[in-house]
């Protein structure tokens, strides 16, 4: 028997293990050298102990400025009482799935952080791990350069065709784009708040996961994490979603924290529970009406915590790493204090003065505004919608009909000199609507509704007969 081309083949598969093995200590020696010289050049520029935020779009801050995003609000409560506090870094990435936020919990440890604050889950439900097909070989180095090179190439290619991502303040266009890959997979580019650029793929799903498939894999990623913080002798804090009192996010987010409250315990992780305090109403003592009000300057519209929501929720969080002893010095607030201090308008039916025909125009007037903002003003039937006791939104079908029978009504308006801004309305208009008939406003800070920041008081009843 001839043994020479069995013993060439081991000798071929021997060498080519070791070469694939010299490879990846050559990967990961650079990368501990990388992370080194990270690390030192974070703590060269300041030496405040490090909290870094890995997420999704709740984390990156969508619609905000930089210095109103979560980040930003915990470090400037850690500087409250005039100290150094400690340095607040944002890894958020919007459209990120746990997978992803662990890949961004592994990168925050090269900073050696005292704690890593994380939030996400939500994309689990609509997205799908990519390039997972090889088990346990997916964790070398060298895989993970073969398949992020390719990857980039395809992308580069691709990115003339990609959609721009209207995520900024006023629903402004952030610098990254998100492009279709293939068939159930596309790519999102973008740069985030340290100026990195992050580009990953996301498999799109047909139709929403089965909540036991995102538990298991949620707890997965969650016990990665977990584990990744302990052995680096970092902290670390989940923390829930700001998801208002009522609404479908609202359920999947308390779903969520039902499922995964006890394991983050069991697991060594603290909770920073943004929706219960969320679920809180300011004060007894203010009316049911303004206090709604004052709830819904919390989120905007496509249900993103607003710079007030993520003041409220930094609160929370501050909370937790004080617990924690990462801000020693910080004193406990209570969480609904931004909420307290929102500013909101009041929508009012108004006498309609020095109008012809008056009696047959009502007129709806909101004030307490900035001269010049922007207000759109809502007509429709009650729906169920995600805040509580306000009419259906902008989109519906009720509104469109509205706005295809009077097309020459112009719903948009901007607030005068006094503050105040008005529509009037035919009271033949609003005989044709379903009954009963309500309306609302939001002060708007760009062209998009998504990205309003200020909703109004509990919506006004309109009887056109009265």
């Not at 939500?122 to 097909?133: A, F, L, R, V």
């Not at 090889?134 to 993970?144: F, P, S």
């Not at 793929?201 to 498939?213: F, I, K, T, V």
């Not at 708007?444 to 009887?463: H, K, N, T, V, Y």
Request: aromatic letters at 6%; hydrophobic letters at 45%; a neutral charge.
């Amino acid at each position: 028997m001839n043994t020479t081309i069995p013993s060439r083949i081991a000798c071929i598969a021997g060498g080519f293990v070791a070469g694939i093995l010299i490879i990846e200590l050559a990967f990961r020696g650079a990368g501990l050298l990388a992370a080194g010289r990270l690390s030192a050049d974070y703590r060269v520029a300041d030496a405040r102990p490090i909290v870094v935020f890995c997420g999704d779009s709740n984390i990156f801050g969508v619609y905000v400025e930089p210095a109103e995003t979560l980040p930003a609000a915990v470090e400037r409560l850690s500087q409250k009482r005039g100290g150094a506090g400690v340095r607040c870094l944002n890894f958020g990435v919007p459209g990120s799935a746990s997978w992803n936020t662990l890949d961004q919990v592994r990168h925050a440890l090269m900073l050696h952080p005292a704690a890593v604050v994380v939030t996400c889950g939500i994309n689990n439900y609509s997205t799908m791990p990519t390039d997972e097909g090889l088990g346990i070989l997916e964790q070398l180095n060298v895989v993970k350069f073969i398949r992020r090179s390719i990857f980039n190439a395809k992308v580069r290619a691709l990115q003339s065709r990609g959609n721009k991502l209207q995520l900024g303040p006023d629903g402004n266009v952030l610098n990254g784009f998100q492009v279709a890959v293939g068939d159930d997979k596309s790519a999102v580019s973008i740069v985030d708040r340290e100026g990195v650029v992050n580009t990953f793929a996301q498999g799109q799903l047909l139709r929403p996961a089965e909540p036991s498939a995102v538990e298991r894999r949620m707890r997965a990623d969650f016990l990665d994490m977990s584990s990744a913080c302990a052995s680096s002798g970092a902290n670390i804090v989940f923390a829930t979603y700001l998801a208002g009192e009522t609404g479908l996010f609202h359920d999947i987010t308390k779903t969520m924290r039902a499922a995964d409250g006890a394991f983050f315990a069991d697991c060594g992780a603290a909770l920073a529970d943004a929706l219960a305090a969320g679920e809180t109403r300011p004060a007894a003592e203010i009316p049911y009406e303004i206090a709604t009000a004052k709830m819904n300057t919390m989120l905007s519209a496509d249900l993103h915590p607003t710079a007030i929501g993520y003041e409220l929720e930094a609160r929370v969080v501050a909370e937790s790493l004080r617990i924690t002893g990462v801000l020693n010095d910080y004193i406990t607030e209570n969480p609904a204090a931004p909420l307290l201090a929102a500013n909101i308008m009041i929508p009012r039916l108004a006498a309609v003065a020095g109008a012809p025909d008056s009696a047959n125009i009502i007129k709806i007037e909101a004030s307490n505004l900035k001269k010049g903002e922007r207000v759109v003003f809502l007509v429709g039937a009650r729906g169920a919608g995600f805040f509580t006791n306000l009419p259906v939104p902008i989109e519906t079908a009720q509104f469109e009909k509205f706005r295809a029978a009077f097309p020459s009504i112009d719903s948009q308006v901007l607030a005068g000199d006094d503050g105040t801004a008005s529509l009037l309305l035919p009271r033949a208009l609003l005989r044709k609507l379903a009954k009963p008939v309500f309306a609302m406003c939001v002060a708007m800070r760009g062209g998009r509704l998504g990205a309003s920041q200020r909703f109004p008081s509990a919506p006004i009843e309109i009887d056109p007969d009265h």
